[in-house]
């Protein structure tokens, strides 16, 4: 079995999770507890790669980061490079396209959260910043756990998307999807098997983890 691609697609979903654990959680928070009109816009913005086809939301992510593009060409400017069938670009893309399957957990998380928990600490003088890392963040495990699996499984398995930003280059933009696909041309349905399955049982453990993590919290 070929594990260039599989190892690629690990990487990418793991940085991809990581970059939207951090910047996403206090947009998370902020949406959870604002009472802004602009709530329901933002919303809307960060569930949006829910219902739009990845074509689509590739597309326009090909033409903002290619060289030409708003993003793209001051990239380009800076380091020389082009974000369209890069890594780089392959990972903003893949925060985009999993956004909101990491805020939504954590905004359901906080959401939960006992109001007299967070206005406590504040009467014991923490700032907002204090009492978000000491009292909310610790509090809404079951949501960050949900929200790290979820954006995980979820960049492990895009197709539409990092195929029209990234392309097909082995090594460096061929993920694991793009090389079942690539075998799945050429008939060799043998490797397609392979590497299907792995991603098959890779969702279900990690899927099964987080339920048996969450139900042990809830007693």
Request: proline share 5%; net charge neutral; aromatic share 12%.
């Amino acid at each position: 079995m070929d594990f260039g691609p599989l190892w690629l697609s690990v990487q990418l979903a793991f940085t991809t999770t990581a970059i939207l654990i951090v910047a996403g959680a206090p947009l998370a928070w902020w949406l959870s507890q604002t009472r802004s009109k602009l709530q329901p816009f933002v919303q809307a913005l960060v569930a949006m790669p829910i219902v739009l086809p990845p074509t689509v939301l590739g597309f326009y992510l090909l033409i903002l980061l290619g060289p030409n593009g708003a993003i793209g060409a001051w990239w380009v400017k800076v380091t020389g490079d082009a974000l369209t069938f890069s890594f780089v670009g392959l990972v903003i893309a893949s925060c985009i396209y999993s956004l909101p399957f990491a805020i939504q957990p954590m905004q359901n998380a906080f959401e939960a959260l006992p109001k007299k928990n967070i206005e406590a600490a504040w009467t014991l003088g923490a700032s907002r910043l204090d009492a978000f890392l000491s009292v909310a963040v610790p509090l809404s495990t079951r949501g960050f756990i949900s929200a790290i699996v979820l954006s995980f499984a979820h960049t492990l398995g895009e197709f539409g998307v990092v195929l029209m930003v990234g392309g097909n280059i082995p090594g460096e933009t061929r993920v694991v999807s793009i090389a079942i696909y690539d075998h799945v041309e050429t008939l060799n349905y043998a490797a397609a098997h392979q590497l299907s399955m792995t991603l098959i049982a890779f969702a279900f453990v990690t899927l099964f983890g987080m339920f048996v993590i969450n139900r042990r919290q809830l007693r």
